[in-house]
């Protein structure tokens, strides 16, 4: 497989810090973009390997990226974290991301499809409503023994 480029891009709600490094890893550039503008300027890019911390969003990009025609990957940001260098600030987010890549030990996470996205959401919605449910039937019943009123613990008749 020949080298690509990297791009790392530091993920947040506004804006993005995105650094490229050639495939040699020499730094090449530095910027600053926005959501709507991050798409644009990445599916300008010739082929490169676009890393990000696997978080809120990521796996959309990713699949994003990967119909760009570019190589994502995402890595576990805790063990991004040790490839950190300087104080905490988005582009040095960016540069741990490209060196954690070059480096070449991390495992990095699986991009999740839709349909996968849907179903964890599913769960997740499902484990919510379970645990407003309980707390909603703890918190009457502490109000009613208050007036006097004990109940049985459980939710059944």
């Known amino acids: ?5 990297v791009i790392g891009v530091d993920l947040a709600k506004n804006s993005n810090a995105l650094v490229g490094y050639d495939a040699s890893g020499k ?3 530095r910027k600053t973009l926005g959501r709507a503008r ?14 990000m911390e696997a978080c809120a969003g990521a796996h959309y990009l990713a699949q994003q990226v990967q119909q760009m ?3 994502a990957v995402l890595y ?3 063990h ?3 490839y950190q260098r300087g104080q905490k600030n988005d582009y040095n987010d960016a540069r741990a991301l ?3 890549h070059q480096h070449g030990h991390l495992r990095p996470v699986p991009i999740k499809t839709v349909e996968q996205q849907d179903k964890a959401l599913i769960v997740l919605q499902r484990k919510q409503l379970k645990e407003e449910q309980v707390r909603l039937g703890n918190q009457m ?6 007036r006097g009123v004990v109940l049985p613990v459980g939710s059944g008749p």
């Open 1 to 5: 497989m020949a080298k690509h480029s």
């Open 27 to 29: 730094a090449l550039w």
């Open 38 to 51: 991050l798409q644009a300027f990445l599916a300008q890019q010739k082929t490169s390997v676009v890393v």
């Open 69 to 71: 025609g570019h190589i």
């Open 76 to 78: 576990p940001p805790k």
């Open 80 to 82: 991004v974290k040790s």
């Open 98 to 100: 490209v060196e954690a």
């Open 141 to 146: 019943r502490a109000l009613l023994a208050e």
